[in-house]
Nanobody, 121 residues
Framework: QVELVESGGGLVQPGGSLRLSCAAS????????LGWFRQAPGKEREHVVVASWSGGGTYYRDSVKGRFTISRDNAKKTVYLQMNSLKPEDTAVYYC??????????????WGQGTQVTVSS
């Protein structure tokens, strides 16, 4: 069974930080690619960062480079997204996703339920 459960979203002021967590089932955690996508109201889903810890690399969206960091805890089977210097345009529902190969296209096979991030004063 493949399961992804996000948590950690919320309301934060511009310039603030949040850390999202994605608890994965063992099968999901061992898939070739794990990553984060987001979708704002009225917009298409877009990649934030995707990564393969099997040597395939890590790819951040240009607008989040230097502000967001993906990491993972193998013992907890959890993937994290540390988000710093948040901006109002980062407001979206954030999704964790897993796939058999690495791509920035939102065609991933497995998705979590999403967690809302709102950046507003």
């Amino acid at each position: 069974q493949v399961e992804l459960v996000e948590s950690g979203g919320g309301l934060v002021q511009p310039g603030g930080s949040l850390r999202l967590s994605c608890a994965a089932s063992e099968r999901a955690f061992n898939m070739y690619s794990l990553g984060w996508f987001r979708q704002a109201p009225g917009k298409e889903r877009e990649h934030v960062v995707v990564a393969s810890w099997s040597g395939g690399g890590t790819y951040y969206r240009d607008s989040v480079k230097g502000r967001f960091t993906i990491s993972r805890d193998n013992a907890k089977k959890t993937v994290y997204l540390q988000m710093n210097s948040l901006k109002p345009e980062d407001t979206a529902v954030y999704y964790c996703a897993a796939h058999r190969f690495l791509t920035t296209d939102p065609i991933y096979e497995y998705w979590g339920q999403g967690t809302q991030v709102t950046v507003s004063s």
